[in-house]
């Protein structure tokens, strides 16, 4: 019998618009000085700021770290209250 993988718990922790410490993250897509995209267990996260500067990265334990100016962070996706079939008929 195999088992279903849990999801990782998901929690961002930002101190100041400087430092964000995040725990739940699965990849990280892409990333520059003003944009780093990741992949959490939430859905899909796009971070905005200036400086951006991952500082830690562990995928194996979900655990992210990034320093800069952060000014924006948003979600796209992850709402998995509606079905794949509900959202095409928007």
Do not use: W
């Amino acid at each position: 019998m195999t088992e279903t993988p849990k999801s990782k718990k998901h929690s961002i922790v930002l101190d100041c618009r400087e430092k964000l410490v995040m725990t739940g993250a699965e990849d990280v897509n892409g990333f520059n000085e003003e944009t780093i995209s990741v992949k959490t267990s939430c859905g899909m996260l796009i971070i905005k700021g200036r400086n951006l500067h991952i500082d830690k990265l562990n995928l194996e334990t979900g655990d992210l770290s990034i320093d800069g100016k952060i000014n924006a962070m948003q979600y796209l996706g992850g709402d998995s209250s509606r079905s794949k079939f509900s959202r095409l008929f928007k």
